[in-house]
Nanobody, 127 residues
C-alpha cells in the first residue's frame, strides 16, 4: 500500500514563498509513480495544480499557478516538492499530494485520476 505524507505547510504573508514536500513510501516501485499536487479551499472543489512524471522529466501546471509554482522530484524519486512563490490569499487551502501509476509511460502525468492520497497540509496566506 502506497503511503504519502505532506509537510511544510504554514502561515505566510502575501507575496511570500513556501516549499511543501511529499514523501512517498510503501512500495519497491515508488519511483514508477507519477505525483500530483492538489488543493482544496473551504467550500470549493479540489483543484489539480501540478504533476511530475515518474521519470521526473515531464511536469504540468494549472493556469492558476503557472509561473508561480515549481514542482520537482528529488534524486531518489521518493520525495516531491512544490515551491510556491508570489503567494496570494486565494492560495489558502489544504494541499494534498497524490500518486498514480501510468503504465504506458514513465514520462507522463496528468492533473486528475489519482489513486493514492496523502492527508494534506494547510497553507494559509494572510497578512
Amino acid at each position: 500500500q502506497l503511503h504519502l505524507v505532506e509537510s511544510g505547510g504554514g502561515l505566510v504573508r502575501p507575496g511570500g514563498s513556501l516549499r511543501i514536500s511529499c514523501v512517498v513510501s510503501g512500495s519497491s516501485m515508488t519511483d514508477y509513480y507519477a505525483i500530483g499536487w492538489f488543493r482544496q479551499a473551504p467550500g470549493k472543489e479540489r483543484e489539480g495544480l501540478s504533476c511530475v512524471s515518474a521519470s521526473g522529466d515531464v511536469s504540468k501546471y494549472a493556469d492558476s499557478v503557472k509561473d508561480r509554482f515549481v514542482i520537482s522530484r528529488g534524486n531518489a524519486k521518493t520525495t516531491v516538492y512544490l515551491q510556491m512563490d508570489s503567494l496570494k490569499p486565494e492560495d489558502t487551502a489544504v494541499y494534498y499530494c497524490a500518486a498514480e501509476l501510468f503504465p504506458h509511460s514513465r514520462s507522463w502525468c496528468q492533473l486528475d485520476s489519482y489513486t493514492f492520497w496523502g492527508q494534506g497540509t494547510q497553507v494559509t496566506v494572510s497578512a
